[in-house]
């Protein structure tokens, strides 16, 4: 709904006269006065006429619109699929008409879009959802469409009630951060663990001499005991090669 509204001004050639500029919308359900920036008004406000028939398809390729109030006429048909291409649509009202069909899921695609109004109209089929869909949680923008179900209605068509994406993912989400947050503590807790034992070695080390002692005393003997093992390793194959050598030659002599 809009009217227009009387801003006095002084015009440049009487300064006794004067001229009416000004505008008064409602847009997303509160009246909104435009004066000095009415140039940069970019809305379509068709509201409480007795318009009719289909809403025209080309007002999709208004793509620089912010405002559009078709509310309380007669228009019939579906709504444009493609209305998502409206990407700077801020307001769209579209209640009290008699549009049938489904909702379009590309209206829930509209980043910018924070008021929605599809009340009383013949709109049926589920619900959809999408990017949007927390700024349209109240069921009255929905309400009148008997044949309407889902979320945000609390009941379906089978009698079940309708839960909201969200909880469902949201179920699934707090089940598997469960497992998540256990795994993460799990390995905190043994980190810390080994920390604490570490240091507490270390301390024992720096003030206990003899144990200091003896546990260096440990490690050279290991790693001598280590080195020694792998010398025998590395030098018996050559050794043992040798002495095949030396019987295959004694071998030869005999059946000579």
């Keep these: 709904m809009k009217r227009t509204q009387n801003v006095e001004k002084p015009m440049l050639t ?21 004066t000095s920036v009415l140039s940069f008004v970019m809305s379509i406000d068709l509201s409480c006429n007795n318009l009719s028939g289909m809403i025209p398809i080309e007002l999709v390729n208004l793509h620089g619109l912010r405002f559009l109030n078709l509310s309380n006429n007669h228009f019939t048909g579906k709504i444009p699929k493609n209305i998502g291409a409206l990407t700077r649509l801020e307001s769209l009202d579209l209640s009290v008409n008699n549009l049938s069909g489904m909702i379009p899921s590309t209206i829930f695609s509209m980043y ?18 999408g990017n949007q869909l927390q700024t349209f949680c109240d069921p009255s923008i929905c309400s009148g469409n008997p044949d309407l179900h889902g979320w945000p209605f609390p009941w379906c068509f089978n009698g079940a009630p309708s839960k909201s994406p969200f909880q469902n993912r949201g179920q699934e989400e707090e089940h598997g951060n469960g497992d998540e947050s256990e795994m993460i503590w799990f390995q905190a807790c043994s980190a810390l663990g080994f920390v604490m034992g570490l240091l507490g070695f270390i301390y024992v080390l720096m003030i206990k001499r003899a144990i200091r002692i003896a546990y260096f005393h440990m490690i050279d003997k290991t790693y001598d005991y280590i080195y020694a093992q792998v010398a025998i390793r590395l030098s018996r194959p050559s050794h043992t090669m040798a002495q095949e050598k030396v019987l295959g030659n004694q071998d030869e002599k005999i059946l000579k």
């Design 14 to 34: 009487d300064f006794n006269a004067y001229y009416t500029e000004g505008l008064v919308m409602t847009t997303k359900g509160i009246e909104i006065e435009y």
């Design 112 to 129: 910018y879009l924070n008021h929605l109004n599809l009340s009383n109209n013949n709109l049926s089929g589920k619900i959809p959802w």
